[in-house]
């Protein structure tokens, strides 16, 4: 479960992370005319980061996956994937990165997908404690089984292979599709300069009625 206050951003998510994105090698589109096209969210077990995935078109460019972690304080040894912060108006400072530099993030991304999880449940407390259940906007799903074990994740270095980001991450690699639409398990696997995919566990995202299963990352356990 994601809880979530109602509550005023400053600046708002689209404003931090719209320029940050726009840096980006794997970017496509009009920087000025970004929407959002819909978010999901993964589930911190110890429910102390923010876990959120938006997927942003800009102008008439393809979907792009932009996950970001929101933390409460500065994540050491990441300044080069800080986006920024902004001023949540209940949590106070909130500092907000590249998830795939974050270990929360890569740890529980490989463990939805090895053991097929899916989007976390997103609960919204109101101010004055009430709270209320949204549905996810994205259905998201791993290709694994319950009980899969899931191996000790490390952060390394990421890069950027045909649009998409690739992370060494210990014992796995992680390569999430910056651009989903269109792309398949193998083409990830070849990012990832594995010539098989057989042992892949894929992360599978749907984000409106109308469109097709979709790629989002893939999980490479060595």
Do not use: C, N
């Amino acid at each position: 479960m994601a809880l979530l206050h109602e509550a005023t951003l400053v600046p708002s998510k689209l404003d931090l992370v719209v320029p940050w994105a726009a840096s980006q090698p794997w970017f496509e589109g009009d920087p000025a005319s970004v929407v959002k096209v819909a978010a999901y969210r993964l589930d911190d077990p110890a429910g102390e980061v923010g876990l959120e995935t938006l997927l942003l078109r800009a102008g008439d460019g393809p979907v792009l996956q932009v996950p970001v972690t929101y933390r409460d304080a500065p994540l050491a040894g990441a300044e080069a994937s800080l986006v920024g912060t902004m001023r949540h108006s209940v949590l106070g400072e909130r500092f907000v990165y590249d998830a795939v530099a974050d270990p929360v993030y890569l740890a529980t991304l490989v463990a939805t997908a090895l053991t097929g999880g899916g989007h976390a449940d997103i609960v919204v407390r109101a101010a004055d404690g009430s709270e209320v259940t949204h549905e996810s906007s994205t259905t998201v799903v791993g290709s694994g089984e319950p009980g899969t074990a899931v191996p000790p994740v490390e952060v390394g270095e990421a890069t950027t292979v045909d649009g998409s980001t690739v992370v060494r991450a210990g014992g796995v690699t992680v390569v999430v599709a910056r651009r989903p639409e269109g792309v398949t398990p193998r083409d990830l696997v070849s990012a990832a300069g594995d010539a098989h995919d057989e042992s892949a566990a894929v992360l599978t995202g749907m984000w409106s009625d109308d469109s097709a299963p979709a790629t989002l990352a893939v999980v490479l356990v060595h």
